[in-house]
């Protein structure tokens, strides 16, 4: 199993930019794809985007151009930066990871961090 804990998240002015981190912690993560996710009030949670070991990245459609992961496989980490901040962004964003295949396939991600809440005002 992989242990994943969020940090970043907070209040956010529409418009502005945000940058969440997750720590990965496990036994031979680079064969792991890393994700981000998020949940809105009274919506169903949501794949963002994904990151391979090998750096290749994927991104869901409805976010792709705001958003960007990146992955230091050195550290352990993976980030993700959000820009053009808008009310729908508000959510829960979970760090998630999966046991190699395709990183955009969001279903079959199964190692989840505890959630960081992002609030756009």
């Known amino acids: 199993d992989v242990q994943l804990v969020e940090s970043g998240g907070g209040s956010v002015q529409a418009g502005g930019s945000l940058r969440l981190s997750c720590a990965a912690s496990?036994?031979?993560?680079?064969?792991?794809?890393l994700g981000w996710f998020r949940q809105g009030p009274g919506k169903e949670r949501e794949g963002l985007a994904g990151v391979s070991g090998g750096g290749i990245t994927i991104y869901d459609n409805s976010v792709r151009g705001r958003i960007s992961i990146s992955r230091d496989v050195g550290k352990n980490t993976v980030s993700l930066e959000m820009n053009s901040l808008k009310s729908d962004d508000t959510a829960i964003y979970y760090c998630a990871a999966k046991y190699g295949g395709n990183c955009g396939d969001w279903a079959q991600y199964n190692n989840w961090g505890q959630g960081t809440q992002v609030t756009v005002s």
């Open positions: 496990g036994r031979a993560l680079r064969a792991y794809c």
